[in-house]
C-alpha cells in the first residue's frame, strides 16, 4: 500500500515496498528531493515530487523533468505512476497508465493524495490531520 500526501505545506510518504503481497522493504524514500539539477514542469523549477508506482518511475520521471516534463512528454510504456510535484509556486499531480506514453498532468487545487492508501488520506485531511 503506498501514500504519497500533499497537505499544502508537506510533501510525505509511507516507505514500504511490495512485490505482491510480499513486503520488500519498509524504509523506501518515495520522495526525491531536487537538489543541484535543473528540472521543470511547464517551465517552472521543481523542488521534490514523489511518486506512487514502479519506483524505476523516479528515474524516468526526473529525466523528463530534466528536459521539461509537459503532457507532450513521452514515457516508457510499461508501467503506472502517480505523482505529486512541488514546484516554487504550484503543485501538480500527474498520472501514467500502464501501457501508455503519455501522462496526464493537473494543477493541484490545495490538499493532495495518490496511491493505493488514497482513500484514507483523502478522509483523515477532510477532518483535519495534515500530512505528517
Not at 512485490?19 to 524514500?29: E, Q
Not at 507532450?72 to 514546484?87: C, G, L, N, W
Not at 501522462?103 to 505528517?132: F, K, W
Request: glycine share 8%.
Amino acid at each position: 500500500m503506498t501514500i504519497i500526501v500533499w497537505d499544502g505545506y508537506t510533501l510525505a510518504c509511507d516507505g514500504q515496498v511490495q512485490c505482491g503481497d510480499t513486503i520488500t522493504s519498509s524504509d523506501c524514500n518515495k520522495i526525491t528531493v531536487v537538489m543541484g539539477e535543473v528540472a521543470t514542469v511547464y517551465g517552472v523549477n521543481v523542488l521534490a515530487f514523489g511518486t506512487a508506482g514502479d519506483l524505476s518511475c523516479q528515474i524516468q520521471l526526473l529525466d523528463k523533468m530534466k528536459s521539461d516534463l509537459t503532457h507532450d512528454s513521452k514515457f516508457t510504456p510499461v508501467s503506472s505512476v502517480y505523482a505529486i510535484i512541488v514546484t516554487e509556486n504550484k503543485v501538480y499531480e500527474l498520472y501514467k497508465a500502464e501501457g501508455s506514453e503519455h501522462c496526464t498532468i493537473a494543477e493541484s487545487r490545495g490538499q493532495s493524495s495518490m496511491g493505493s492508501a488514497h482513500a484514507i488520506a483523502t478522509v483523515l485531511l477532510n477532518i483535519g490531520y495534515d500530512a505528517i
